[in-house]
């Protein structure tokens, strides 16, 4: 969400009326006619709305993200006219700028901050508050784009769980301040042309946009190189508007139109699963352009984003995109299973909190009198939040709720460790090299987990078999079973191929085959090709295919004498989860925790059909029901309230190192 100047509208030829106006005046103002242009700030509310839409209902609002987008192009529009308004006046001041970013953006920031800091205290368990801690760091020094792509895609499960993740695109923007100002002051007294500079940067981030959508979206997602090109479509607007005012406006009934419905068909046609943002990104970027050139002449922008209520909600857009989302987090935590009246009411509190925010903390603290001494105060009040982000990170600060004893690590940890630079990543990883035999051990994350284990085994008895763990996340270990949001050639499919041609070798003489069984089967966008057809796993074809697909891998291995284990997955679900099943609010109740849970029917079945296929085949099972359940009711603490899982499906990889024998015999 874009942190600009309110309200927003056209530039004007004097540097005065874009600085320096009061917050009851049009900031900037057309170029021909001087009147305030009020139908950007209406776009500015279809963008923070298609964004709370789709954060609250992202079944109901799949392209409502691409609202970032609008910002982008509004704040680079808005950005470079202060600029060149204010170079070709003699009168660009670095300390002024960044002054007035200051006092614009630090204030509702630091509100929410602080929010989230004493709400995560309260509602939070140690794990997540450590993440929050991380995150406020990443929050308050601008780079949260960063710290978020090294953890995960903004679409991946779990991101209901960040309550800063939004400030992503806070971070990019700010990184765009840091940059543009510098390069285009230096510009400008080299007298370089800015046509030249802005389309260079301009085509260079576009291409990486591009490119980056293909070949790694997460990057393309949040890295400032493949977002900086839409900032600069907003820039290249504000020089034609200072230098070309006579096009801005010009067949403004059609331009307009044809922009509202590029903006309309980006709503519409993006989703998580398209190549963003790339060439998908023209369509909220270019239509954004050209509701701007338009200008207010046109009819669309006269009558219905220069509306009252469009005005209205795009003065408090900043705060409005500040709040919404820590709050629709917070509410996650609370009620795992919130509905939409709950988010409803949550949106609704968020737009009161935005309005109070812009009402008497805004503009109260942007138009004070002492400038200079309120950004010194403001960057002040933000080293603090960054120490105390620092403190939360470091666990020198605990949350109210830390009775139970959660998972401090994850299960991908230990083979991270043993990576070229200690980042968990799909692939091979051999251990005791130097044994005669080995086992291999083939899956996902469900796999992974006991790599720990074996390891630890295999050290402390020479006799036993050396491991290869042949691993890649949500990567179900049967041929030709492929998932719809990765490209066929993906890791997935290089370890899988990779794995099973090491087995053909002599040393390796037992396979492990295991996985997260019942997400394949459960309409998570998994299908099998088969007779160049497509079955999905979650239909009844799809999964016998799938099931008769892993028997004829089983079958093969045996057929190459090797001894073959199908490894059941350990129960999983929500109820599972010691960040659901614990009560966020009142005081911590032991027996609850201590309540056993029933397995539901899709993993039963699965489970049994395995058995079914295991028994057939002649192959041996390795259950880690025996251990964890009894009579089909399973645990999820031990000893003292120590939780079992680390999260809904992956055990506590500390529990797995000292009791997870059951999966020694396959060593």
Same mark, same amino acid.
């Given at each position: ?70 910002? /982008? ?85 779990? !991101? ?72 600069? &479509? ?37 989703? !998580? ?66 509905? %939409? ?16 925010? %812009? ?72 251990? %005791? ?87 394949? /089967? ?56 010691? !960040? ?76 797995? &190192? ?10």
């Amino acid at each position: 969400m874009s942190p600009t100047i309110t309200p927003q509208v056209l530039p004007v030829p004097s540097a005065a009326e874009i600085l320096d106006s009061s917050p009851d005046r049009a900031a900037t103002r057309s170029v021909a006619t001087h009147e305030y242009r009020p139908h950007v700030d209406g776009l500015r509310a279809i963008a923070v709305m298609g964004v709370i839409l789709f954060h609250a209902f992202p079944s109901r609002m799949a392209g409502g993200f691409i609202g970032v987008d609008v910002f /982008f192009v509004i704040s680079g529009y808005l950005i470079t006219t202060i600029i060149l308004a204010n170079l070709e006046r003699d009168k660009f001041s670095i300390a002024d700028f960044y002054g007035k970013r200051i006092r614009r953006i630090f204030p509702a920031l630091l509100l929410v901050l602080l929010f989230c800091a004493i709400a995560g205290w309260l509602v939070l368990l140690r794990d997540e508050y450590r993440q929050l801690g991380k995150h406020i760091v990443g929050g308050t020094s601008f780079v949260q784009n960063f710290v978020l792509w090294s953890e995960s895609g903004y679409f991946d499960d779990g !991101h209901e769980a960040k309550p800063l993740l939004h400030l992503w695109s806070l971070a990019v923007e700010e990184q765009y301040y840091i940059f543009w100002p510098l390069l285009l002051s230096y510009a400008w007294t080299h007298r370089w042309r800015f046509s030249v500079v802005n389309g260079a940067i301009l085509a260079m981030s576009f291409g990486i946009s591009v490119w980056l959508a293909y070949r790694d979206p997460v990057a393309a997602f949040y890295s400032p190189l493949s977002r900086f090109w839409e900032l600069m &479509v907003g820039g290249s607007l504000a020089y034609i508007a200072l230098r070309r005012s006579d096009l801005i406006g010009r067949y403004g009934n059609l331009v307009c139109a044809v922009g509202v419905g590029l903006l309309l068909s980006g709503f519409l046609l993006t989703n !998580h699963e398209r190549a963003f943002p790339g060439f998908w990104a023209l369509l909220p970027t270019m239509g954004t352009f050209l509701v701007i050139a338009a200008g207010s002449g046109a009819w669309i922008n006269r009558t219905l984003l220069s509306s009252r209520p469009f005005v209205t909600c795009g003065l408090i857009s900043y705060p409005l995109y500040l709040w919404h989302w820590p709050l629709l987090s917070f509410a996650h935590f609370v009620w795992p299973e919130n509905g %939409h009246l709950t988010k409803i009411a949550v949106v609704l509190l968020s737009i009161v909190l935005a309005w109070l925010t %812009h009402r008497f903390v805004e503009r109260k603290i942007r138009w004070h009198r002492s400038s200079n001494r309120t950004a010194l105060l403001l960057c002040a009040g933000l080293l603090l939040m960054l120490g105390s982000g620092v403190a939360i990170k470091d666990a020198l600060i605990s949350p109210r709720i830390d009775s139970v004893d959660l998972a401090s690590r994850g299960g991908w940890d230990f083979l991270a460790a043993r990576s070229p630079d200690g980042q968990a990543r799909d692939g091979i990883f051999p251990m %005791h090299k130097d044994r005669k035999t080995t086992t291999l051990f083939l899956g996902d994350s469900h796999v992974a987990q006991y790599a720990e284990r074996v390891y630890d085994v295999e050290e402390s008895n020479v006799s036993r078999n050396g491991a290869i763990f042949a691993v890649a996340a949500a990567c179900p270990p049967i041929p030709q079973v492929f998932n719809r949001d990765l490209p066929v050639d993906s890791e997935c499919g290089a370890v899988r191929r990779e794995a099973l041609a090491k087995a053909a070798s002599s040393r390796i003489t037992t396979v492990v085959i295991g996985g997260y069984w019942s997400y394949y /089967f459960n309409g998570m966008g998994y299908y099998l090709v088969s007779d160049g057809k497509q079955l999905s796993l979650d239909t009844p074809e799809g999964r016998a295919a799938a099931l008769a697909a892993l028997d004829r891998e089983v079958k093969d291995l045996q057929a190459q004498r090797k001894k073959v284990y199908v490894l059941l997955d350990n129960p999983v679900g929500d109820p599972f989860d010691p !960040h659901v099943f614990l009560s966020r609010l009142g005081s911590f109740d032991p027996h609850q925790a201590e309540q056993r849970v029933k397995i539901d029917g899709l993993q039963q079945s699965i489970r049994n059909e395995l058995i079914a296929l295991a028994e057939r085949d002649h192959a041996s099972i390795i259950d880690p029901d025996s251990r964890l359940c009894v009579d089909e009711t399973c645990i999820r603490v031990t000893g003292k309230w120590s939780a079992l899982y680390e999260d809904r499906s992956h055990l506590n990889p500390d529990w797995i &190192v000292k009791n997870a024998d059951y999966i020694d015999p396959s060593i």
